[in-house]
């Protein structure tokens, strides 16, 4: 089942659901974290709404010249508030006073330093996400929804997963779940040689508010089988897997 709550101040809301085992939490108390899903002891993800300046969002961070010197090659604007906002809610995940090193591998794909913990960051318009987990890898994905996703769908889908999508008004939403599972996948794995088209292949399956997709991921003559869980949120796609 899909919340969702707009323009309300509302107390802290603690969900629990017994078949995934995890806990929900909407916010919405003056604060930017919006929602926050433990998954299980190991792993969970939060979602910001980018509210603040970049200059209200530095202020919660402690940065090395190295992260200075990368955070000013931004100009002012929606990149530099990703940057900003993702940083942010790790340290809101982590829950810790202490400086995080945060670099990228030479893939891309960032991890953390001088923490255990294996994360994901991923941004769109005016959210930010986050998921961290000890279990092993993972990776998360959020896409705002737009049509003009249908002119792109032969590069991301094969035929065959064309075939199951629908033929009506969920149409974009299935389209934009399935980008996101493979997005999802692709920052989990961390090759950046990984096709989206040629390695990844989705099992058909009807498309809900919220539900779990199954993603082969396909390399090295290996086949992975992936449970991607994916979710509607407001106007906005999430999907996101562990390892």
Same mark, same amino acid.
């Given at each position: 089942?899909?919340?969702?709550?707009? %323009?309300?101040?509302?107390?802290?809301?603690?969900?629990?659901?017994?078949?995934?085992?995890?806990?929900?939490?909407?916010?919405?108390?003056?604060?930017?974290?919006?929602?926050?899903?433990?998954?299980?002891?190991?792993?969970?993800?939060?979602?910001?709404?980018?509210?603040?300046?970049?200059?209200?969002?530095?202020?919660?961070?402690?940065?090395?010249?190295?992260?200075?010197?990368?955070?000013?090659?931004?100009?002012?604007?929606?990149?530099?508030?990703?940057?900003?906002?993702?940083?942010?809610?790790?340290?809101?995940?982590?829950?810790?006073?202490?400086?995080? #090193?945060?670099?990228?591998?030479?893939?891309?794909?960032?991890?953390?330093? %001088?923490?255990?913990?294996?994360?994901?960051?991923?941004?769109?318009?005016?959210?930010?996400?986050?998921?961290?987990?000890?279990?092993? #890898?993972?990776?998360?994905?959020?896409?705002?929804?737009?049509?003009?996703? #249908?002119?792109?769908?032969?590069?991301?889908?094969?035929?065959?997963?064309?075939?199951?999508?629908?033929?009506?008004?969920?149409?974009?939403?299935?389209?934009?779940?399935?980008?996101?599972?493979?997005?999802?996948?692709?920052?989990?794995?961390? %090759?950046?040689?990984?096709?989206?088209?040629?390695?990844?292949?989705?099992?058909?399956?009807?498309?809900?508010?919220?539900?779990?997709?199954?993603?082969?991921?396909?390399?090295?003559?290996?086949?992975?089988?992936?449970?991607?869980?994916? #979710?509607?949120?407001?106007?906005?796609?999430?999907?996101?897997?562990?390892?």
């Amino acid at each position: 089942m899909l919340y969702k709550f707009k %323009n309300t101040v509302l107390p802290l809301i603690l969900l629990h659901f017994s078949k995934q085992k995890s806990a929900i939490c909407f916010l919405n108390l003056g604060m930017s974290l919006v929602y926050l899903r433990e998954i299980d002891s190991q792993t969970k993800f939060a979602i910001w709404r980018i509210e603040e300046s970049d200059d209200d969002l530095l202020s919660k961070l402690q940065l090395d010249e190295r992260e200075k010197a990368k955070l000013g090659s931004f100009n002012k604007g929606k990149r530099r508030l990703h940057w900003l906002a993702t940083r942010v809610l790790l340290r809101t995940l982590l829950n810790t006073s202490r400086y995080i #090193e945060c670099p990228s591998d030479a893939n891309g794909k960032p991890y953390l330093a %001088n923490f255990p913990q294996k994360i994901s960051l991923s941004h769109s318009f005016d959210y930010a996400a986050a998921m961290i987990s000890t279990k092993g #890898e993972v990776g998360i994905d959020m896409e705002i929804i737009k049509t003009k996703v #249908e002119r792109i769908q032969h590069k991301f889908l094969k035929p065959a997963e064309l075939a199951f999508i629908a033929q009506d008004e969920n149409r974009y939403e299935q389209l934009y779940a399935c980008w996101c599972a493979k997005e999802a996948i692709y920052k989990l794995q961390g %090759n950046a040689g990984v096709s989206f088209l040629n390695n990844m292949t989705i099992q058909p399956f009807d498309y809900q508010v919220q539900g779990i997709l199954k993603l082969e991921l396909h390399s090295d003559q290996h086949t992975h089988l992936y449970d991607v869980h994916y #979710e509607k949120f407001n106007e906005y796609m999430l999907a996101y897997a562990v390892e």
